[in-house]
Structures are given as structure tokens and as C-alpha cells.
T-cell receptor, first 116, second 111 residues
Framework: GAGVSQTPSNKVTEKGKYVELRCDPI?????LYWYRQSLGQGPEFLIY????????DSGLPNDRFFAVRPEGSVSTLKIQRTERGDSAVYLC??????????????FGPGTRLTVL | RKEVEQDPGPFNVPEGATVAFNCTYS??????FFWYRQDCRKEPKLLMS???SGNEDGRFTAQLNRASQYISLLIRDSKLSDSATYLC????????????FGQGTELSVKP
């Protein structure tokens, strides 16, 4: 079956612009996660959705970052007034349930964001 | 101090070698433990879960020591295809399963 998909695969923007990154999770997965990975580092947690609601947004770095999942499926990560430091690969993952047990997260291929 | 710490490497080993990766975590309330594999410019993929009793999957053996807050991964008889970055991952207790990743350890297996 289809895995997690993310669009666009690459996004180049200018400092100060607004960007939207989209994630399509695996069908039927109720939990959706966003992570950010900078070069040479492991992924860093940003936000977690259980259904339509953001259950944990403690990883969002500041109020320029916002994410939604209005129908409990597709999610959009929105970044306002982009800065060069926002350049990274943004990874989305989904799992059947959001629990701390062995509930495997499946990752999408990521969106590589470059802010010039 | 990072929540999950790994030696970033790189580890350069010949085919057939045995290589061990270590990882420490700071949150004693961590609940679940994993090793993920990430190929260059690809997404992370689950390699194996890690249990206190230790677990083995073919050439791969993972071990967890809760008292020392230490996780290990042993790869025997290394193959060229094992070349990748290995990420040590923990999940905090009762936080919706979010993953906390280490920096990753790069492995390069040479002919």
C-alpha cells in the first residue's frame, strides 16, 4: 500500500517568505508527527497530532511555526517569515496509534527546505 | 546535555568485521527504545526495537541496560549494504510516542 507522502520534495524560498509543507499519512493512521532534521543531526520532534488535534506542540521552535490537520488525515506545516536557520529537511511520520509502546512510525521522504 | 547521545563516527570497517555502536539517554522515564537506519538523503526506517532481555535479528543484536541508561547495537559480519547512519531513539513515557533521536552514528563498510 501507499506510504507516507510529502510535497513538495524540495522548496527553495527567500528569507521572509511564507511556506507550506504538506504531509499525506498512511490511510487509517490516527497519529501524525512532524520532525525537522538539520545536516549531521538526528531528527528533532516538532509537533504530534492525534486525530485532528495537536496533542503536543512542545517542539515548535517559535510562533512562526504552525501546523494543522483539519480532517484528521492530511497535515500542513506552515512557516511564516522564514529565516535562513529554518533550512532543514522536514520529515513527517504516521502511526496507527499515538502511544509510547512499540507502535511503529513510518516516515515520509521529507521536504528539503532551503531559505536563501 | 542532549537527551540521547551517540558517537557520530564515522566508523570505517572492512567487510566481515563486527562493529558495535553505543548510546546513552538521560531521561530515566524513557519507555521504549529503538534503532533506526537512515541511508544518505533518505528517511529513517525502523531497524529494530530494543528490550532489556536483549534481542537479535539475524546479524544484528540490540541490548538495553536500564540501570546504566545505555543502549547498544552490534552488527556481525558487516556487509557493504550496511553502510548507513544508525540512529538511537527513545520515547518518553506517556508522551504520545514522540521519538527522541540521537545524532546518529555513520557506518561505512569497505570492500
Amino acid at each position: 500500500g501507499a506510504g507516507v507522502s510529502q510535497t513538495p520534495s524540495n522548496k527553495v524560498t527567500e528569507k521572509g517568505k511564507y511556506v507550506e509543507l504538506r504531509c499525506d499519512p498512511i490511510s487509517g493512521h490516527t497519529a501524525l508527527y512532524w520532525y525537522r532534521q538539520s545536516l549531521g543531526q538526528g531528527p528533532e520532534f516538532l509537533i504530534y497530532f492525534q486525530g485532528t488535534g495537536a496533542a503536543d506542540d512542545s517542539g515548535l521552535p517559535n510562533d512562526r511555526f504552525f501546523a494543522v490537520r483539519p480532517e484528521g488525515s492530511v497535515s500542513t506545516l506552515k512557516i511564516q517569515r522564514t529565516e535562513r536557520g529554518d533550512s532543514a529537511v522536514y520529515l513527517c511520520a504516521s502511526s496507527l496509534m499515538g502511544t509510547s509502546g512499540n507502535n511503529e512510525q513510518f516516515f515520509g521522504p521529507g521536504t528539503r527546505l532551503t531559505v536563501l | 546535555r542532549k537527551e540521547v547521545e551517540q558517537d557520530p563516527g564515522p566508523f570505517n570497517v572492512p567487510e566481515g568485521a563486527t562493529v558495535a555502536f553505543n548510546c546513552t539517554y538521560s531521561n530515566s522515564a524513557s519507555q521504549s527504545f529503538f534503532w533506526y537506519r537512515q541511508d544518505c538523503r533518505k528517511e529513517p526506517k525502523l531497524l529494530m526495537s530494543v528490550y532489556s532481555s536483549g534481542n537479535e535479528d539475524g546479524r544484528f543484536t540490540a541490548q538495553l541496560n536500564r540501570a546504566s541508561q545505555y543502549i547498544s547495537l552490534l552488527i556481525r559480519d558487516s556487509k557493504l549494504s550496511d553502510s548507513a547512519t544508525y540512529l538511537c531513539v527513545v520515547t518518553p513515557y506517556n508522551q504520545g510516542g514522540k521519538l527522541i533521536f540521537g545524532q546518529g552514528t555513520e557506518l561505512s563498510v569497505k570492500p
